[in-house]
């Protein structure tokens, strides 16, 4: 296939270009480096100097986009590009929906217009477990039709782009021009790829594997839990951890199975959940290092327990995390981080 991915330069959409590529795929990544990192783009095209192209710009630009998808002659789009941030998306919402939904409707049109009119075939929209918000009890494991309530703008942005991405389907097959259309709510996602070559760099880094492995490496002094009186077993919140690996596995089988005309939703994590202080004893046990941990209050907008209830995917797309421990997940994570103590170093 030919294929654009959007926010290719960021943590999880750089993991989707290696694969891709490594699949024989043609790939475009397309990043406005505002979160994102030239130097994994650098790096693919030196790899895949054939079938790798990076384009530096923002999705609003219709115009740049569609010329894009034109000259490659493209067919299918991976939508990662967006800001993803919680608790900067409750600061600066405007932000948030200037982007997330603004720039993809600018991707969107681009798709629409591409190829003479015919457009866009195939496409697949990273979609998160913020749209579900803090689902109640009886929706733990979290299936498809959990009710999507989200509780910050970041996840109303994602559940807002996948009705846009919904009615836009709709809108395809009334022309008998239909696209397989795919929605992917990750849950929380983690590792690297174990080439060594791609890793996770954000810039400020706040999520919980990196910020453990960090302060297990000496670059923090200290870490801090956020809420020990969460009514779970340990008292600390719960989450689900897929590697970014199985993740984009899940891509790929989508690719390959949802045919066009069809539009299918699945939540994508491992299904087992872990709380927080399991999470870094699994740190302290790959590190061997006993780092200083505080306890503090409760971070705002932080769900009790979100893990995936992932029937659908395993059946309908036959997908099988290869990932299925914690250590294992934390371990590649540790791996890249040793090796790349300033990230990217850019
Ligand atoms: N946590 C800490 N200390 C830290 C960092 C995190 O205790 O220094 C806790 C959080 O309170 C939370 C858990 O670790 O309970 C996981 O936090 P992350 O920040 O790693 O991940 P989130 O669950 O907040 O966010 C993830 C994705 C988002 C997505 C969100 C949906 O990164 O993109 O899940 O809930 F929107």
Redesign the pocket.
């Known amino acids: 296939m030919r294929i654009l991915v959007t926010g290719g330069a960021g943590y999880i959409g750089s993991h989707a270009c290696l694969r891709l590529l490594q699949d024989g795929h043609f790939v475009v990544a397309i990043d406005n480096l505002d979160r994102g990192h030239q130097t994994p783009m650098d790096m693919l095209g030196s790899v895949y100097p054939d079938s790798f192209r990076f384009v530096h710009s923002d999705l609003g630009n219709t115009k740049i986009v569609l010329d894009t998808i034109n000259i490659h002659s493209l067919d299918t789009v991976l939508h990662f590009g967006a800001l993803?941030y919680?608790g900067e998306s409750v600061e600066q919402p405007l932000m948030y929906y200037k982007n997330n939904i603004a720039s993809g409707i600018g991707l969107l049109d681009a798709c629409d217009q591409a190829h003479n009119g015919a457009g866009i075939s195939r496409f697949i929209f990273s979609s998160?477990?913020?749209t579900f918000g803090d689902p109640s009890d009886d929706m733990i494991p979290v299936p498809e039709h959990c009710p999507q309530t989200p509780t910050s703008p970041?996840?109303s942005t994602k559940l807002q782009m996948e009705q846009i991405l919904i009615d836009y389907a709709k809108k395809r097959e009334l022309d008998n021009n239909p696209i397989a259309l795919t929605i992917l709510r990750y849950?929380?996602?983690a590792g690297a790829d174990t080439s060594g070559l791609l890793g996770e760099d954000h810039s400020p880094e706040?999520?919980?594997?990196p910020?453990a492995i960090n302060a297990a490496l000496g670059r923090r002094t200290s870490?801090?839990?956020?809420?020990t009186d969460y009514p779970t077993p340990d008292g600390?919140?719960i989450?689900d951890y897929v590697h970014v690996d199985d993740l984009i596995d899940a891509h790929v089988l989508a690719m390959n199975t949802i045919s066009v005309g069809q539009c299918e939703a699945f939540n994508i994590g491992i299904g087992k959940g872990y709380s927080?202080r399991e999470v870094l004893e699994a740190v302290r046990r790959v590190s061997g290092v006993d780092f200083p941990i505080q306890d503090a209050p409760r971070?705002a907008g932080?769900?009790v327990a979100?893990f995936c209830d992932s029937h659908k995917v395993r059946t309908v797309l036959g997908w099988e995390p290869r990932y299925t421990d914690i250590d294992a997940i934390v371990s590649t994570a540790y791996s890249w981080m040793l090796s790349h103590p300033d990230g990217y170093a850019e």
């Open positions: 993803a919680v998160s477990c913020a970041y996840g849950f929380n996602v706040t999520h919980l594997i910020v870490m801090t839990i956020f809420g600390t919140n989450r927080v971070r932080d769900a979100l």
